[in-house]
């Protein structure tokens, strides 16, 4: 099974816009059904749309608090998300971090996540890379903080999405090659074999995400080694998200 996460980040503006597009992808759901696993991850008000609007669509959030007590305006906790059908949530997107998320918060929200059956979509990746290798380092720093006191036994409830900062949306540098996504997703299975052990560094599922479009997504899931994708821009524009779908399906 192939993950095709779409992020919907702060769109559309306007709900019959989410409705055609929560239609349309229910309809490449159930075409691919056999070949892909589809989340979407709406605005938080456009959670009912399109859990009601896409069936067989799996229903992800963008975000979720730490906190645990109610006095916290306009943030939105994993009970309240549970309650909406949630399944999974992105934690530790390169925009949540730069708005204020520390590796220790993506922990707790990680945590806050598991204690409600809810998948972590973990977000790592580096803001630049060095010819000396320490964006490796901040990779592995989130990581190892983002999982820090999470059992062997939860991990095949944790998903990591590789996200080169550098890669992301539409002032990215460039895309990432699939070669480097592969390194990446190499990497990352030894960060969690020294954490954890050979068996389960295998378990948690990786995604590569940044710029990926209908041209190159085919090609970090074969040469890159990514078990699915996280799409931003694309997955609003829905003849290009169709196509997409279509070309990881085959
Ligand atoms: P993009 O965004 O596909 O528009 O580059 C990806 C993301 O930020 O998750």
Known sequence: M????GNWKMAPERISEAQ????????????FKKQLAVIICPPFPYLSLVSKAAKGVRLGAQAVSHNTDVAHTGQVS?????????QYCIVGHSESRLAGDTNERVHEQVLRLLDKKIIPIV????????SQGWYLGTVKEQIETALATVPKAALKNIIIAYEPVWAIGNKAERTATPIE????VI????ILRDRYDEKFSNVPVILYGGSVDEKNAKSFITEGKAQGLLVG??????????????NIAK
């Open 181 to 184: 996504c592969q390194e990446m």
């Open 187 to 190: 990497y990352i299975r030894k």
């Open 233 to 246: 821009r694309v997955s609003l524009e829905l003849k290009r998200f169709t196509a997409l779908a279509a």
């Open 2 to 5: 192939i993950f095709l996460v």
């Open 78 to 86: 994993a009970p309240i998300l549970k309650q909406f059908g949630v």
């Open 123 to 130: 977000c790592v990746g580096e803001q630049k890379r060095d």
């Open 20 to 31: 055609k597009v929560a239609v349309g992808t229910a309809k490449i759901t159930k075409y």
